[in-house]
């Protein structure tokens, strides 16, 4: 079997994983995945199904700040710096899309729920290729 590298991604999401079945389980997933893997890198959607179900029940049960605070640890982990830089722009397009689904895509309505004037959204909208 050709040898393989490992996404940042699915890296990230193997780590968050709890793994029950500890060192056993997490050799078994590496021998399945140097087998079943699509390509020469291992990305998130080539890991099990029952592990991308894992990674969604944990998301559910967490509240956003619980997660914002995991992503954060495992950012400074793999060496990320300036998280803000990263983070906000991110974040503002989550808020946006919520606004705009919540609204109808309305954006004055949208630009009221996000504390913002209707000009300030256009312009967050247009900078983040909404």
């Known amino acids: 079997v050709e040898a393989k590298s490992i996404s940042k991604d699915a890296e990230r999401v193997m780590s968050q994983l709890p793994w029950p079945g500890n060192v056993r389980q997490l050799e078994n997933v590496c021998r399945w995945l140097s087998v079943m893997g699509s390509g020469n890198q291992i990305l998130v959607s080539d890991l099990p199904p029952e592990l991308q179900q ?77």
Do not use: Y
Not at 60 to 88: C, I, M, R, T, Y
Not at 97 to 113: I, K, Q, Y
């Open 54 to 130: 894992q990674t969604t029940k944990t998301d559910a049960n967490d509240n956003w700040q619980v997660l914002l605070s995991k992503w954060a640890k495992k950012e400074l982990q793999f060496g990320q710096q300036q998280l803000l830089d990263h983070a906000l722009p991110a974040f503002e397009k989550v808020m946006i899309e919520a606004a705009l689904n919540h609204t109808n895509g309305r954006r004055r309505e949208a630009a009221e729920l996000l504390g913002w004037g209707r000009n300030t959204l256009t312009r967050k909208i247009n900078e983040l290729g909404l």
